[in-house]
């Protein structure tokens, strides 16, 4: 087996929660605690949860946009973790982004050609005519016409905007995408282009993602391996097909039969949650989970599960996992 | 044959804009038995929720106007019928549930003043017995310790419990018709799943019809009985759920179908596209609207005056070459 290109260790991100005059922090939010996962070249790991379970957040860790309160973040062996912004510089054009409103992450007042090259300049790649070469060649890679370089976002659709994104991501041939709900706002026509096009760049230029969204439905279709998160932590991770067909944790088993299947016929069994998500400033104690878990007993309460193999390349963490 | 709940026919819809004219809505018909279930699917622009907003008599004045066509209610036309006698059926007869919780609520009213407030205008009750309505109908829809809810301002409930209200201000006075617009795509998935449990439950318990409106083909597979496909503005194709689902006509209604990754597919497969995009409203082809994405076009496509086709009783597709499909 490969050594994996990405291996975050029990990485943790508590954000002070401050108020009053004085803005003293009064508790913290535990949106990320403790998460291990590690992604190899060229594969993709889905990362599924509810709003607040924390998963933008440990995505904006690995890319440094936060800087964790404790863990490492290794990637080819370098802890990113801990780095300075300088130390950080020459691994930034190896973990890009895409983000989920391209319009909000595109800046509207340059050119789409201008927003393509800025990674090049940034990195002082090529001169003035291989930059201009290089962006209507990134163009055409995600199929948009090459005069859109002199126009601006506005100008495009959610789908070709999402395009441009991904067009500044793939510049710098990076090795390692983090794509946070990159298809989620987008109309159901045009995810599936999106999802086409995510799926043939990673063959041709053997790119690894670490693809966040909360449909499970789009995460199957575009995963290798899928871990689920709930309140800052991974209480499940196998591969995807195993996942949705043998789920081991109460979580998971409730989230696959929550979702809505597109055939008339299909009668759902499903395994309604009661209550909402606890606030990620005061998590329950013990297994997080227990206060809305239809298994959960007095242990649950009181004893926090880890994360343990119950099935070859599956781990689950709950304290009565068993296969559905 | 019963006679429908709600008729809509012809229903045009025209909006001023800077760059002109635009017809958002063009010719859209449909109705609904009381107690039925029509689900209305469709992509962003596609003039489903204008639908919605036409029907309720709540399109912004005076840019939004229907251009043409009925909406039938009880025999009574509400095209045609004056602001007064229209906001007597809103939210009494015809109730609406809107996408996001928390711009259809009033955030500084407290819960119990905006579920109060419908039942003071809609019937003659006491304000105590108000109060026992508004307490009760939170119980109805789920909500924990209603009570003390009255009391609170939205921003004080989580996303799911604001739904809940929503829907228990839209049920209050018992309607007949319920029309929710993207009732849970602001919402988690086991959140979702709680909700449309809940509407499910509670238009069985009142007999009420609903439209439910949505971009997602799975929650009109799992609540609806007939189904209306919109593409710019148009029904494209319109039947029962069976229909649509196992047997549709339409390129674009099998196209959707085909593109949206299932549970059940190999995992890292490429997905079938529509590949294009939806065109502009402000710039509609003259034939069929959906011909520049389409696989199976022929010239006589572009002719102006596709008309809507019958299949079989009740399923209608709006294309040319459905037969050699």
């Known amino acids: 087996m490969s050594a994996p290109l990405l291996e975050v260790r029990d990485l943790k991100m508590?954000?002070?929660?401050?108020?009053?005059?004085?803005?003293?922090?009064?508790?913290?939010?535990?949106?990320?605690?403790?998460?291990?996962?590690?992604?190899?070249?060229?594969?993709?790991?889905?990362?599924?949860?509810?709003?607040?379970?924390?998963?933008?957040?440990?995505?904006?860790?690995?890319?440094r946009l936060y800087q964790p309160t404790a863990g490492e973040i290794l990637f080819k062996d370098?802890?990113?973790?801990?780095?300075?912004?300088?130390?950080?510089?020459?691994?930034?054009q190896n973990i890009q982004m895409i983000f989920q409103d391209p319009m909000e992450s595109l800046n509207a007042r340059h050119t789409v050609g201008e927003i393509l090259e800025e990674p090049f300049l940034i990195h002082g790649i090529g001169n003035?005519?291989?930059?201009?070469?290089?962006?209507?060649?990134?163009?055409?890679?995600?199929?948009?016409?090459?005069?859109?370089?002199?126009?601006?976002?506005?100008?495009?659709?959610?789908?070709?905007?999402?395009?441009?994104?991904?067009?500044?991501?793939?510049?710098l041939k990076p090795e390692l995408i983090i794509c946070d709900e990159p298809v989620s706002a987008l109309d159901v026509s045009i995810q599936s282009q999106i999802l086409n096009l995510l799926m043939e760049l990673q063959k041709e230029f053997n790119l690894a993602y670490l693809f966040i969204a909360h449909d499970l439905a789009v995460v199957k279709h575009i995963s290798d391996r899928?871990?689920?998160?709930?309140?800052?932590?991974i209480v499940e991770q196998a591969s995807s097909n195993e996942i949705y067909h043998r789920p081991f944790h109460p979580y998971t088993q409730s989230l696959i039969s929550a979702i809505p299947i597109p055939d008339p016929h299909h009668s759902a069994t499903r395994i309604l949650l009661k209550g909402d998500v606890p606030s990620p400033i005061s998590p329950p104690p013990g297994c997080a989970f227990h206060t809305r878990c239809p298994k959960a007993s007095e242990s649950c309460q009181r004893d926090v599960p880890i994360l343990k193999t119950v099935a070859p390349e599956h781990i689950a963490a709950c304290h009565f996992a068993e296969a559905p | 044959m019963i006679t429908p709940l709600l008729c809509v026919s012809g229903l045009t819809t025209e909006f001023q804009t800077d760059e002109g004219l635009v017809r958002a809505v063009d010719g859209v018909s449909f109705d609904i038995p009381p107690g039925g279930t029509l689900g209305i699917v469709g992509e962003s622009g596609c003039g489903k929720s204008v639908t919605a907003l036409s029907i309720m008599g709540l399109l912004p004045r005076p840019n939004g106007?229907?251009?043409?066509?009925?909406?039938?209610?009880?025999?009574?036309?509400?095209?045609?019928?004056?602001?007064?006698?229209?906001?007597?059926?809103?939210?009494?007869?015809?109730?609406?549930?809107?996408?996001?919780?928390?711009?259809?609520l009033n955030p500084v009213h407290t819960i119990g003043r905006q579920l109060t407030e419908v039942v003071a205008i809609h019937t003659d009750q006491s304000p105590a017995e108000q109060i026992r309505t508004a307490v009760a109908m939170l119980q109805r829809v789920g909500i924990p310790a209603p009570e003390l809810r009255m009391t609170e301002y939205p921003h004080q409930l989580s996303g799911g419990m604001r739904q809940r209200v929503v829907i228990a201000i839209a049920l209050i006075c018992e309607p007949l018709l319920l029309i929710a617009d993207e009732p849970t795509t602001a919402l988690d998935v086991t959140i979702q799943a709680q909700i449309l449990d809940l509407i499910s439950s509670l238009q069985k318990d009142f007999g009420m019809a609903m439209i439910m409106i949505t971009h997602d083909l799975g929650v009109i597979a799992e609540t609806c009985e007939q189904v209306v496909v919109m593409y710019?503005?148009?029904?494209?194709?319109?039947?029962?759920?069976f229909d649509i689902f196992d047997r549709p006509k339409h390129p674009y209604t099998q196209g959707l179908l085909r593109s949206i990754p299932k549970l059940t597919d190999i995992p890292k497969q490429p997905l079938d596209i529509i590949p294009g995009m939806v065109p502009s409203l402000h710039d509609l082809p003259v034939g069929c609207r959906f011909a520049n994405r389409c696989q199976h076009r022929a010239a006589e496509c572009d002719d102006a005056g596709l008309t809507v086709d019958t299949v079989t009783e009740g399923h209608s597709v709006r294309c040319l070459k459905w037969r050699q499909l």
């Open chain 1, 14 to 63: 508590h954000f002070p929660v401050k108020s009053g005059f004085f803005s003293r922090t009064k508790a913290r939010n535990f949106a990320v605690d403790g998460v291990n996962l590690s992604i190899n070249p060229g594969e993709t790991l889905g990362l599924v949860g509810e709003s607040g379970c924390g998963k933008s957040t440990l995505g904006r860790c690995i890319s």
């Open chain 1, 78 to 92: 370098a802890n990113l973790a801990g780095m300075s912004h300088r130390q950080l510089l020459p691994y930034r």
């Open chain 1, 128 to 171: 003035a005519q291989t930059r201009r070469q290089s962006v209507s060649k990134l163009l055409d890679t995600v199929g948009l016409p090459g005069r859109s370089a002199s126009r601006y976002p506005f100008e495009f659709s959610g789908g070709q905007r999402q395009r441009i994104g991904i067009a500044r991501a793939i510049a």
């Open chain 1, 226 to 233: 899928v871990a689920i998160m709930y309140l800052g932590k």
């Open chain 2, 65 to 104: 106007n229907i251009q043409s066509g009925r909406i039938d209610y009880r025999g009574e036309d509400l095209v045609a019928a004056d602001n007064a006698r229209l906001q007597r059926i809103r939210g009494n007869e015809i109730s609406m549930v809107f996408q996001e919780p928390m711009t259809a």
């Open chain 2, 232 to 241: 710019a503005g148009q029904v494209v194709e319109q039947g029962s759920v």
